[in-house]
């Protein structure tokens, strides 16, 4: 529920009075699995970020990410903590699909949604373009010290 009330949110916020017939779309709808772990993961399709670019096996302040290749840049990126937990889905919107005024649906992972965060970030190894990281975070608040270090 709190999924959904985010998206709307979310497409609220950033495509107000754009018609749907007006919107380029972004279409990540298909329900994610619930993934609950790396192995799980990886027999999902998913591979390590980090063997696939440039980045560190664990992000400080995200986790160990994953992604299935062919869904780069969006995503989704599911994270999981440093004992294997999944912590949150993430996807790395480019901020120029914003501006092209796509519209987005995002699925989560099928795991329980406890709040989201939505933030810029300039780019990096693997999505190299500006743009807004926005995670759906399945643990608390004081869950996320998980993945802080």
Known sequence: MLRRFVAALFAAIL??????????????????????????????????????????????????????????????FISFDHWGKLVATIYMIPVQDMSDQKRFELSGSGARDDHTSFYFNPGHPGVPMPHYNFIIWHVSKKGEARVAK
């Open 15 to 76: 495509m107000p009075g754009i018609g749907a017939a007006h919107a380029r779309h972004y279409h990540h709808h298909e329900r994610i699995d619930h993934i609950d772990s790396p192995w799980a993961a990886e027999a999902k399709g998913y591979r390590k970020v980090s063997s696939l670019v440039n980045f560190p096996d664990f992000f400080p302040g995200l986790g160990a990410l994953y992604v299935i290749p062919e869904t780069l840049p969006e995503g989704p």
